[in-house]
């Protein structure tokens, strides 16, 4: 991401007492510069063959490497895509947000912040050491001790009704029924062995409610759903506009909820590279290993982007590099401000 620098962009405050509500921080541009945008990033991204497809889940190992689609949906329901937006891939670590925010949403902010945690634990998404280092704390819901954790916190009676939750409360912030590749869940599956010794490793603290095969059968299921750019776009600007699906105008969680989802996605859903994601980028965001990154501008937008080709962190390489470009050209930096008219000169 060397070299890119945000376009700035001013926003607007929120009134005093608006903490709970979705915030706005302004409105994207017109729709025939968003559109130009979406097919500039395309663009000047389209060659770029950085990175490699991520092989330690087989079948996404066999995902196309051109694929690249770039999609947003603001907080009005207009969806504005380019390039691969509507080919289907699994979710995979893009569900930890959307499953944290439905167990916040069930359970409570307080509950969700002792049982899992909210903060960084500075080293890879799948480290074992995090968990020994913290005295097994998951540390966050975007790692995979976390998402563990998150995931045995789903309410129901047994793993089957936890599935159905995940999976009909993903599809509400989708818009449409999302449905299981089989495909990569039975790929996940046979190779599910360190998810699987992290979650007992959990079990061994005390930090995990239920059977740790049957949590991660669950989580796997959950991130083997399949979706497009469009539709994590759309999942995107349900959390921008506090909750609320702007395409079935149905509430999904509360104002709150998205609130304590995306603080967490800020702190953590880069992993290790967060902070150096938010001084360049200046938006939540999470990815996941299938390609996709996900970012949320508060009161305007969410914007998908999958293409995937992985950096060693696991991140997709142009799907990080293409946001950074929108971020700035479509004014999506929560930390950019212009100078107040009347103290300028």
């Not at 729709?31 to 991204?45: F, I, K, N, P, S």
């Not at 001790?145 to 912030?173: C, I, Y």
């Not at 089989?182 to 360190?194: G, K, T």
Request: hydrophobic share 40%.
């Amino acid at each position: 991401m060397s070299g890119e620098r945000v376009i700035h962009d001013s926003g607007d405050a929120a009134p005093p007492g608006t903490v709970d509500a979705a915030v706005s921080t302004g409105h994207l541009p017109g729709t025939g510069d968003v559109e130009a945008a979406l097919a500039a990033a395309w663009e000047r991204y389209r060659e770029d063959d950085s990175g490699e497809v991520a092989d330690y889940i087989p079948a996404l190992a066999t995902e196309d490497p051109a694929l690249f689609g770039l999609a947003t949906a603001d907080v009005h329901g207009t969806v504005y895509r380019s390039g691969d937006a509507e080919h289907r891939f699994s979710i995979q670590s893009v569900s930890k947000a959307f499953v944290f925010a439905l167990v916040d949403q069930a359970l409570g902010h307080d509950t969700v912040r002792r049982s899992v945690g909210v903060n960084n634990t500075g080293l890879p998404f799948d480290s074992i050491l995090a968990v020994e280092l913290n005295r097994g704390s998951p540390m966050n819901p975007m790692v995979n001790a976390g998402a563990l954790a998150t995931t045995a916190l789903v309410p129901g009676r047994d793993a089957e009704a936890q599935w159905d939750f995940v999976r009909h409360g993903l599809s509400r912030f989708a818009g449409r029924e999302l449905e299981l590749d089989q495909r990569v869940y039975a790929s996940e599956a046979a190779a599910n062995q360190r998810n699987e010794s992290i979650a007992r490793l959990l079990g061994s603290y005390g930090r995990l409610q239920g059977d740790p095969a049957q949590v991660t059968d669950v989580y796997t299921r959950q991130c083997s759903l399949a979706v497009s750019a469009c539709d994590l776009a759309v999942m995107g600007a349900t959390l921008a506009a506090g909750g609320v699906n702007p395409l079935t105008g149905r509430r999904v969680v509360d104002a709150a909820v998205c609130r304590d989802t995306l603080a967490a996605l800020a702190s953590s859903g880069m992993y290790e590279r967060s902070g150096d994601w938010l001084y360049e980028v200046g938006v939540p965001g999470k990815s996941g290993v299938s390609g996709a990154v996900l970012t949320v501008a508060p009161g305007k937008a969410g914007l998908a982007v999958f293409s995937p080709r992985l950096d060693p962190t696991g991140n997709s390489v142009r799907g990080q590099r293409a946001t950074h470009f929108l971020s700035g050209a479509l004014g999506l930096n929560l930390f950019a401000s212009a100078p107040h008219a009347d103290k300028e000169g």
